[in-house]
């Protein structure tokens, strides 16, 4: 007789295509957030294998603020027409001519809590009773207490003190009309997982996950790509290092970390020594000690 | 870098009280394991100072909800994650305060082991029965009792020998299959990870080595196949024309082609095709493995059905008895329709009578009873619409678990171990 025992990365696997099976059994619209990160790439990934050889039975959504790196949407369209599946892009560009949401000025600006408005705008759009992201409870301590199924109110708004409890796998995604439910099938991943994962399955990624030279700017110490959405300050100037990305928002926010890792090999040494968390380069988190939470309550992630 | 091919996943949680050390406890083994980054450390050490303490409050890494942070307790369950170059954990870390069985359930019900700790001042209390009871309630394989601030008793072998010897007395009620015990201090890291130098009359192994090499690949039930079908996938393109495959986790035995299957309701029977994902085929599945499962004969089978072997079948019935955990503000009365959620089937269900309702503190059983009150627990009947295809939760906690819903407002009311 053989081990009947799955190593971790497949019985993540196993569980996070459990979850997704279930979304399309029990919702009549759900929808995959797409941000373009390895995250969202990997949940595209587990949706393939969880209905194959049907495509993926739901589209992809993807809220572009308009600040994304260009990696970023080049890598989208071609995994889109790679798995044959819809895509649906919400712009916050368009939010904002429309004068639902007003642009933050200043040299910190950023159109990140913007796309809360643009998002909940596509899924009533669309109907969308479901919506999957690839958040996970390692990133951040408001996470750590967030449902697989979670649901919101027809505000889009998260209520963390009345949460369904959640026993063993018996999911209820049971709501009334106008509300939904956000969806995490890799809750229980970790940055390391993910990495892990990715190596184990040979997924793509956008080439800013590797190490490569970029012009940048280092504020309050983030190291930035310079672009056209980040207006600099008198005193900063622009420097060619080696940076790769271990998250992917976008241009303005998400910082760069100085690295050598060029292929996934060296990622994972480095994820395994690393002594921050990879949301650490996050400058929408950095604004308060409850910032996530805050923004989840308003119908964030 | 090929670790993750033998790296096994151990869900544990962790019941205690405000004061018996369990944030400490959790924020040293993750410290220990180098599982907090810099910045981690950082901001709950910037909070701290806001607050005003002398030390860093590692508490604040684990307590993550406004709320809670302002009220200093956790009130619901956190997951927390390490690893350690032999096994990747996940934390369920659940507040001990009475009002909260509801989240102890929770967290206990996707659990291999549970980490039970006392305070070796004050020995066992009436937490540390319902803790206790919880864990063997919900079948979890195996128990650590962590005896916490040895450095308080001197490190005493004799109060940690007379808390062992009170614990073994009163667990022999219960029904925990596997129980070990461990004097620590997690304050300052004896036996948590490193040996400790101050109880050199232990020479049991340390919390961090039990949690590594506990085994737990027989925690789930291999002997009876047990495939609750989530969906159909049915292409519908040109090149997969003709494909029907069954979709869904094992949750219980081992399945593989050619075996003989027998589907519920139907009662049908036909013969594993093929065991495949994403295309690549599967010579054995077993829990917890999602898999697409053909047939060698087109069977009409949809969500909620079942596919077990012909000389191993599952109960088949409307009526079931029932421990339940009561965990809604309105508490249940006997004669309620609800909805029932068992396996990927739903259907309607009345709890016809309430048998009686146990004290989690006593364990004495109170009979006559006209209601289950929030975070009661007790023994019921329930009549469902439909028949279900079930275990005793005891012989699989996936195919002997249920969930009761409200029909009106959705939310979830309670969880159910099929007795």
Redesign the interface.
């Known amino acids: 007789m ?14 996070a ?2 979850v997704i ?2 979304v ?2 029990q919702f009549e619209k759900p929808a995959l957030l797409f941000s373009g990160g390895k995250d969202s790439i990997v949940l595209a990934h587990l949706s ?8 993926i039975p739901f589209p992809l959504i993807h809220i572009d603020t308009g600040h994304n790196f260009p990696e970023t949407i080049i890598f989208r369209d071609s995994l889109v027409g790679e798995l044959g599946v819809k895509l649906v892009v919400g712009s916050v560009q368009e939010s904002i001519n429309e004068g639902r949401v007003r642009e933050e000025t200043g040299v910190n600006a950023s159109r990140n809590a913007l796309q809360t408005v643009t998002l909940l705008d596509t899924l009533e759009d669309l109907k969308i009773d479901a919506a999957m992201g690839g958040a996970r ?2 990133e951040e ?5 967030e449902r697989f199924f979670s649901h919101r109110d027809e505000f889009g708004q998260w209520d ?2 009345n ?8 999911f ?1 995604g ?3 009309n106008g509300e939904h439910f956000r969806i995490f099938p890799i ?2 991943w ?1 940055e ?2 993910v990495w ?2 990715i ?2 399955e040979n997924i793509a990624l956008p080439s800013l996950y590797f190490s490569h030279q970029r012009e940048c700017v280092v504020r309050d110490g983030v190291i930035l790509a310079k672009s056209e959405f980040i207006k600099l300050k008198p005193n900063e100037e622009v420097q060619l290092m080696t940076v790769r990305y271990r998250t992917c928002g976008d241009m303005p926010i998400t910082g760069a970390v100085e690295s050598d890792a060029d292929d996934l ?1 060296k990622i ?2 480095e994820v395994a020594t ?4 990879e949301r ?1 380069t996050r400058a929408d988190d950095k604004r308060g ?2 910032a996530m ?1 805050d923004r989840k309550k308003s119908g964030y992630f | 870098m090929n670790i993750q091919e033998t790296n096994q996943l151990l869900r544990f949680t962790t019941a205690g009280s405000v004061d018996d050390g369990k944030s400490t406890l959790i924020g040293r083994l993750l410290y220990d394991s180098k599982s907090i980054f810099e910045d981690q450390i950082e901001a709950v050490k910037t909070s701290s100072q806001m607050k005003g303490f002398d030390y860093v409050d590692l508490s604040l890494l684990t307590d993550g909800l406004k709320s809670e942070r302002e009220q200093g307790i956790t009130i619901d369950v956190a997951y927390r994650y390490f690893a350690t170059p032999k096994r990747k954990f996940i934390i369920a870390d659940t507040p001990g305060h009475i009002q909260y069985t509801r989240n102890m359930v929770t967290g206990a019900s996707t659990a291999n082991l549970a980490i039970i700790l006392i305070d070796s001042r004050k020995g066992l209390l009436e937490q540390t029965f319902r803790h206790s009871f919880i864990a063997s309630l919900l079948k979890i394989p195996h128990v650590i009792v962590c005896i916490n601030k040895m450095d308080l008793v001197d490190y005493s072998e004799e109060v940690y020998d007379q808390i062992v010897k009170d614990y073994k007395a009163f667990a022999s009620k219960m029904d925990i299959k596997d129980i070990q015990f461990v004097p620590i201090s997690a304050l300052n890291g004896d036996n948590v990870v490193d040996r400790s130098k101050n109880m050199v009359w232990y020479e049991g192994p340390t919390l961090l080595y039990l949690l590594e090499h506990v085994h737990i690949a027989s925690d789930l039930n291999h002997i009876d196949c047990r495939f609750p079908v989530q969906m159909v996938i049915r292409p519908h393109t040109l090149e997969h024309q003709d494909f029907r495959g069954y979709a869904g986790r094992v949750e219980g035995g081992i399945f593989k082609p050619g075996d003989d299957v027998k589907v519920l309701p139907s009662g049908f029977t036909s013969r594993i095709k093929n065991i495949e994902l994403n295309g690549e085929a599967i010579e054995e599945a077993f829990a917890p493995m999602s898999v697409t499962m053909t047939l060698e004969d087109e069977i009409d089978i949809s969500r909620g059905d079942m596919i077990v072997r012909p000389n191993n079948v599952p109960h088949v019935g409307q009526d079931l008895d029932v421990m339940l955990c009561w965990m809604n503000q309105r508490p249940l009365r006997g004669r309620t329709k609800l909805i029932l959620k068992h396996t990927t089937k739903d259907c309607q269900a009345m709890v016809k009578e309430i048998l009686y309702k146990v004290n989690v503190n006593t364990l004495h059983r109170e009979e006559g009873v006209e209601e289950l009150a929030l975070n009661e627990i007790g023994r019921v009947s329930i009549r469902a619409a439909n028949p279900l295809f079930f275990d005793a939760y005891r012989r699989n906690r996936q195919t002997g678990s249920v969930i009761l819903i409200d029909p009106n407002t959705n939310e979830t009311l309670a969880a159910g171990m099929i007795i």
Do not use: C
């Open positions: 053989g081990q009947y025992y799955l190593s971790h990365l497949k019985e993540l696997e196993a569980e295509i459990f099976r279930e399309v059994s393939k294998k969880a209905f194959y050889p049907s495509r409870r390692d301590k408001a996470r750590a207490k963390p003190k949460q369904r409890p959640e026993l063993w796998n018996l209820n049971k709501k009334h809750s229980n970790t390391m997982d892990q994962y190596q184990q090999d994972i040494a690393t002594r921050t968390t650490g000690e409850t939470e």
